[in-house]
């Protein structure tokens, strides 16, 4: 069946799954939903404390069982060590058929990927694979077909009750006897635990991992007490060198330099760019020099920002310390600084995952953006974005939050080389589409400045400033001068993932290559 951005769903996979194809981004506004139901246990009197001795004794204790669905968060990124403790548990206890529901998996986590040869985990859901992970799913190891979705997504899946976590395994750098959990206070500092708050409100049993026990009450706390079943004391969570990346590079490439002036130059000449703006941008180097470069129009004619999101870095945090943004909403920290200034600065604001992107509730940060600065692997000439699959069919990428900001901001800019590896990145088709064009506005490039003929008000404000505007399609064009017409990949009928709409609809399929062992 064909899909609101034009891809063919199979019926088969339709009926495996249960879902609709996608009908569009904002087809289900309004939508009446009922929240899923949560299954708890009372706890009256006691010992006042929730630790227990191993991971193997509080997997018993939750009822762990072959086909179980367990979930853990991301925000140790390459230096969890969480997942694979429990993972490894799991393993020696002999449970099979597992679904992991995780907000993100990366390299950490290559060593799933034998437990996924022998059946130990049969089913994924998670906005990001990549490493050896991405290479099996790519593979047709995974026996179930592999979810991916965006944060904002997630958090959907889990509210209305279509993920059911039976048990969610949260990494707490410290947390008290009791429960209370924080992403500070211990040695393994990742900042915040935004994508976990909604695991522990909905999961049937809550499990905290921490390698620093503090007094109670661990206060303030990011997953309260309330929420907690039990509290396990192991040796490590992370390796801390690896879950931060440390200050951000100055950056000297000077094609995204120039990239990060002209995405500068767009948003400054644009009405909604006026004191009381609000802003987004990852942490890649041209959206790190666009931060940069809009902060010098932003001294020049005195205006401040009212609000950063998202995940954080040093020069958003600079920003902050400087007085020319309000304040921060925080979903994750991705470097050291940027811990430090959470823990410093009482403008720096944790919030969850569902405060930031969940389209289902009733009022997400993401929907208060006037402008996203976004990256991407490709976009074609209907300004559809891919950040998940390669050029090659490979999935190596995450949605994260690409498709809830560019669907909430008023201004969606993605940044991005017009080659990539010798490879086009403005393309006739994307390999997969998992951001509609629909919610993509300006696409910026190292050869021009292309906008959605829809926006004319983008179009208009832009010819008046004098910017040099190109087509999408003479960006393409350029692109495939420059490197030749891709030739298109050839795949087997085995459909090995599915990308979800935020709303949780299909979006994409991703097939095995006919070339994939």
């Known amino acids: 069946m064909l899909n609101a951005v034009g891809r063919e769903i199979p019926q088969e996979v339709l009926e495996k799954t249960g879902k609709a194809v996608f009908q569009g981004t904002y087809h289900f506004d309004q939508y009446e939903y009922n929240k899923a139901p949560v299954k708890s246990r009372t706890r009256i009197g006691g010992s006042g404390t929730k630790i227990q001795n191993s991971i193997k004794e509080t997997l018993q204790k939750c009822g762990a069982h072959d086909g179980m669905t367990i979930s853990f968060h991301h925000h140790f990124r390459e230096g969890d060590l969480v997942v694979m403790q429990v993972m490894n548990t799991i393993h020696e206890l002999g449970y099979k058929d597992i679904t992991i529901c995780a907000s993100s998996l990366s390299k950490a986590q290559d060593d799933l990927v034998p437990m996924i040869d022998d059946g130990t985990v049969t089913h994924i859901e998670t906005s990001g694979v990549r490493g050896k992970i991405g290479e099996a799913i790519s593979q047709g190891k995974l026996k179930g077909i592999a979810v991916l979705r965006s944060h904002g997504g997630r958090v959907r899946a889990i509210e209305t009750g279509e993920t059911k976590i039976d048990i969610a395994f949260i990494g707490a750098p410290s947390c008290d006897e009791y429960g209370n959990c924080r992403g500070v206070g211990g040695n393994s500092n990742c900042g915040v635990l935004s994508y976990a708050a909604i695991d522990a409100e909905y999961a049937e049993h809550v499990v905290v991992l921490t390698d620093c026990i503090v007094p109670f009450p661990n206060f303030p706390a990011d997953i309260s007490m309330t929420n907690v079943d039990y509290v396990i004391k192991v040796d490590t969570i992370g390796d801390s060198e690896k879950i931060a990346t440390g200050a951000a590079r100055p950056v000297t490439d000077m094609r995204k330099l120039m990239m990060a002036q002209s995405c500068a130059d767009f948003i400054a000449c644009m009405p909604t760019f006026?004191?009381?703006?609000?802003?987004?941008?990852?942490?890649?180097?041209?959206?790190?020099?666009?931060?940069?470069?809009?902060?010098?129009?932003?001294?020049?004619?005195?205006?401040?920002?009212?609000?950063?999101?998202?995940?954080?870095?040093?020069?958003?945090?600079?920003?902050?310390?400087?007085?020319?943004?309000?304040?921060l909403l925080d979903t994750q920290d991705f470097d050291i600084p940027s811990i430090e200034n959470l823990i410093s600065n009482p403008k720096h604001y944790s919030i969850t995952t569902k405060e930031y992107a969940d389209p289902f509730c009733k009022g997400a940060v993401v929907n208060k953006l006037d402008f996203v600065i976004l990256g991407t692997l490709e976009a074609d000439i209907h300004f559809n974005c891919n950040v998940v699959v390669s050029s090659e069919g490979e999935l190596i990428g995450a949605q994260g939050g690409h498709p809830d900001t560019a669907a909430g901001a008023k201004c969606t800019i993605v940044i991005t080389p017009l080659l990539q590896g010798r490879i086009p990145t403005i393309r006739n088709e994307v390999t997969a589409v998992t951001t509609p064009g629909e919610t993509v506005d300006v696409i910026v490039t190292d050869y021009g400045i292309a906008v959605n003929p829809k926006r004319t008000d983008l179009l208009e404000a832009a010819h008046k400033a004098h910017l040099t505007i190109k087509t999408i399609e003479e960006l393409r064009d350029i692109a495939y001068c420059m490197a030749g017409e891709p030739s298109p990949l050839e795949y087997e009928d085995k459909v090995i993932a599915i990308i979800e709409s935020r709303d949780g609809t299909i979006m994409d399929v991703v097939r095995k290559r006919k070339d994939r062992r």
């Not at 009381?276 to 920002?305: D, P």
């Open 274 to 327: 006026k004191d009381g703006f609000s802003f987004q941008t990852g942490i890649g180097g041209a959206s790190i020099a666009t931060a940069q470069c809009l902060a010098k129009k932003m001294r020049e004619q005195n205006i401040h920002m009212s609000f950063g999101a998202g995940g954080m870095s040093k020069p958003m945090c600079d920003l902050l310390e400087e007085g020319l943004v309000n304040c």
